[in-house]
């Protein structure tokens, strides 16, 4: 029986909705073909012995516990989670819907499902005097992908053996990658070498890494130009007429860029960038292709990059230097509050008076005037601020990569 990637729930027919927790269902393809996979087995180290110290009923919830963790933390970056059997999850990224990211989304969702558990773990310890502990194990590769009743049986091939076998040899709390895993996340990652590895079944020792750290923002690959890029002038002519219009007007334009996969879009935009020097600063801002909450996610990157943010400053300093960014801005009290809120680190005040339910009220409805005085105010003293989205998904509105 085909199940829900998210809560596990079993579906009859094919829904275009879970009916248990409501999340939109991609149809499966009716045919078998071959695509690119990235595989996920989790397992609990030594759970035959746990089981022997606790009873079945502080067993099962910890399981159940256990399992939610991991539907959450894979199912939330997009993977189809299989049913639990016994303790083991296998999960799959690009089933049924590929992502160009699926390798890195793999990286990042295990990465985020050891923490989680870590807490379960130290909870375990305090409580019962036990050790729980997982291991995983990722691989990539290209996989026979055909309709079936469950995830396990939809996905044949020696990639997703070599996943299995790898989380057989991790170690407690370990992660090991294949090669093809690491190759596509490895700038992105820090990793060590952990093999080669004698791996039952296959002819070859077979190269793993053990993953130590998922590295925040930064894609899997970064680019690295090796030849100049040719049959684009009209393009870049195009955009530099733009940029000089800005700067001379002083006035905002926004430009897309529209092609299919592959074709160079943020090829030609890192270019023209490049080409700016020091004629303009550029600020980068993308929008997650998964998650929640993140339709302001763009300007809240760009206003902490132009401010000089960093991800661990205090919200004190975080305002402050907010607020350094905005001297000098007509109302300037009031616009570094809304952008305060939009960045998540405001001080409530009466700016926003309160409802009767108790919400805070008129918030959203000035955000849009204070970012433009917050633009206004980094474009009106010192260089033309360039604002770059690559390779960005707009929620709800999808933009071509």
């Given at each position: 029986m085909t199940t829900c990637p998210n809560c596990g729930n079993g579906l009859v027919g094919q829904p275009r909705f879970c009916p248990e927790c409501g999340h939109r269902l991609t149809a499966r393809a009716t045919t078998q073909e071959f695509r690119i996979v990235t595989v996920v087995f989790c397992d609990v180290v030594k759970s035959t012995e746990l089981e022997r110290e606790l009873d079945p009923l502080p067993m099962q919830r910890l399981l159940d516990r256990y399992g939610q963790a991991v539907r959450q933390a894979l199912g939330d970056r997009g993977a189809s989670v299989g049913k639990?059997?016994?303790?083991?999850?296998?999960?799959?990224?690009?089933?049924?819907?590929?992502?160009?990211?699926?390798?890195?989304?793999?990286?990042?969702?295990?990465?985020?499902?050891?923490?989680?558990?870590?807490?379960?773990?130290?909870?375990?310890?305090?409580?019962?005097?036990?050790?729980?502990?997982?291991?995983?194990?990722?691989?990539?590769g290209n996989v026979l992908v055909r309709d079936a009743g469950t995830l396990e049986e939809e996905l044949t091939g020696t990639p997703v053996n070599l996943a299995k076998r790898f989380e057989e040899l991790a170690g407690a709390g370990e992660i090991l990658l294949g090669e093809e895993t690491y190759r596509l996340v490895v700038d992105a990652v820090k990793a060590e070498p952990a093999g080669p590895l004698t791996v039952k079944g296959t002819a070859e020792p077979q190269n793993v890494w053990r993953l130590l750290e998922v590295l925040p923002d930064r894609p899997g690959r970064a680019r690295r130009p090796i030849a100049p890029m040719v049959g684009r002038g009209r393009e870049q002519q195009l955009l530099q007429q733009l940029f000089e219009r800005t700067a001379a007007e002083g006035a905002c334009h926004l430009v897309s860029v529209l092609g299919s996969a592959g074709v160079g879009k943020s090829r030609?935009?890192?270019?023209?960038?490049?080409g700016l020097g020091d004629q303009a600063s550029v600020l980068r801002g993308h929008c997650p292709a998964f998650g929640d909450s993140v339709t302001m996610w763009p300007m809240v990157e760009v206003v902490r990059q132009a401010a000089g943010i960093a991800p661990d400053d205090s919200p004190e300093q975080a305002r402050a230097r907010l607020a350094e960014l905005l001297a000098g801005v007509e109302r300037g009290n009031l616009v570094t509050e809304r952008i305060a809120q939009l960045l998540g680190f405001a001080a409530r005040t009466p700016a926003c008076p309160r409802t009767p339910s108790g919400r805070w009220s008129g918030c959203w409805r000035h955000w849009p005037a204070a970012a433009r005085w917050c633009w206004s105010s980094t474009t009106s003293s010192g260089p033309t601020r360039s604002c770059s989205t690559p390779s960005s998904t707009w929620p709800s509105t999808p933009t071509p990569r």
């Open positions: 639990r059997h016994g303790d083991g999850f296998m999960a799959a990224f690009g089933v049924p819907e590929l992502h160009e990211d699926d390798a890195l989304r793999a990286v990042r969702a295990a990465g985020e499902l050891r923490t989680a558990l870590d807490e379960l773990a130290k909870e375990v310890r305090e409580q019962r005097g036990l050790e729980f502990h997982v291991r995983l194990g990722i691989n990539t030609l935009v890192d270019e023209f960038v490049a």
